[in-house]
């Protein structure tokens, strides 16, 4: 795709984040399955419904701007999820996993708020008001999630995994 305008920017980066959306809603079973800690695993079942709310939320944005997404795969989630299966094929099951499940999770997390972050600033920009209390809603929740995970590891995760 030639992106020629913000506007094409603004296309480009909602296409990009639709599909680590939807490449997130088949792997965040697949966490909650590999890990120990039933808080964590419930985090990640609690996050795949915020994220099919989140792929709703694109939906509307979509019908509501009138655009079309380009059908693009997200090249960087498809990295991080690599790196989940890599943790849960080569560590086992246990809270050393699970640690390193919370950092993958939180790597995928700091791509989302960077993504929404940019793509709420393009919205402000471009004068997308229906879109942008949407995105700014799915970026406060992926805000939210983060810093689950940080309470996550550090109410026990890490220090599970550091006397294991």
């Not at 603004?10 to 990009?16: A, N, P, R, T």
């Not at 809603?25 to 989140?54: G, I, M």
């Not at 890599?86 to 390193?100: L, T």
């Amino acid at each position: 795709m030639t992106i020629k305008t913000a506007e094409d920017l603004f296309i480009h980066e909602l296409s990009d984040i639709y599909s680590a959306e939807k490449q997130l809603t088949k792997a965040l079973p697949r966490l909650a399955r590999a890990v120990t800690d039933p808080e964590l695993s419930a985090a990640f079942e609690t996050h795949l419904e915020e994220t099919l709310d989140q792929v709703d939320r694109i939906d509307q944005i979509v019908e509501r701007l009138g655009i079309r997404l380009k059908r693009i795969k997200c090249a960087a989630m498809e990295g991080l999820i690599e790196e989940g299966k890599d943790a849960i094929d080569g560590i086992e099951k246990g809270p050393v996993r699970d640690a390193a499940l919370i950092g993958g999770a939180q790597k995928v997390e700091h791509y989302e708020i960077a993504s929404y972050g940019t793509i709420a600033a393009l919205a402000k920009q471009l004068g997308y008001k229906a879109a942008l209390p949407l995105l700014l809603e799915t970026l406060e929740e992926e805000k939210a999630t983060d810093a689950k995970l940080t309470r996550l590891a550090d109410s026990g995760g890490n220090a599970a995994a550091a006397a294991a």
